[in-house]
């Protein structure tokens, strides 16, 4: 189980700081829509699964479920949250401001 009173980048005391922030970073694998060709059909599907299994019988666990999907969680001091949210890619962002739907 995570510390959660420390910061994970620097290690500054957090219980004692005025606001202590939580980051939550998800990872998973993305895939665009299926869309099946007549050559799909020819294709060796028992063959490519009998291949993958066997990729997966001599891959590291921890790996193969990373590459799939993971879950990260840190606790900031606010000095580590603007340091790490200044080095994040611009990316797609939620507005937080609306109110809830409801
Ligand atoms: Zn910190």
């Given at each position: 189980?995570?510390?959660?009173?420390?910061?994970?980048?620097?290690?500054?005391?957090?219980?004692?700081?005025?606001?202590?922030?939580?980051?939550?970073?998800?990872?998973?694998?993305?895939?665009?829509?299926?869309?099946?060709?007549?050559?799909?059909?020819?294709?060796?599907?028992?063959?490519e699964?009998?291949?993958?299994?066997?990729?997966?019988?001599?891959?590291?666990?921890?790996?193969?479920?990373?590459?799939?999907?993971?879950?990260?969680?840190?606790?900031?001091?606010?000095?580590?949250?603007?340091?790490w949210?200044?080095?994040?890619?611009?990316?797609?962002?939620?507005?937080?401001?609306?109110?809830?739907?409801?």
């Amino acid at each position: 189980m995570a510390d959660t009173a420390t910061c994970d980048l620097c290690g500054a005391d957090l219980l004692g700081a005025p606001v202590r922030y939580r980051a939550e970073v998800r990872i998973w694998a993305a895939y665009d829509v299926m869309e099946l060709s007549p050559a799909d059909l020819r294709r060796d599907l028992a063959g490519e699964i009998a291949d993958c299994l066997k990729r997966l019988r001599s891959a590291d666990p921890a790996e193969s479920t990373a590459a799939i999907a993971e879950i990260r969680r840190f606790d900031l001091c606010d000095a580590c949250r603007r340091k790490w949210r200044a080095e994040l890619p611009e990316g797609e962002k939620e507005d937080l401001t609306k109110p809830c739907a409801g």
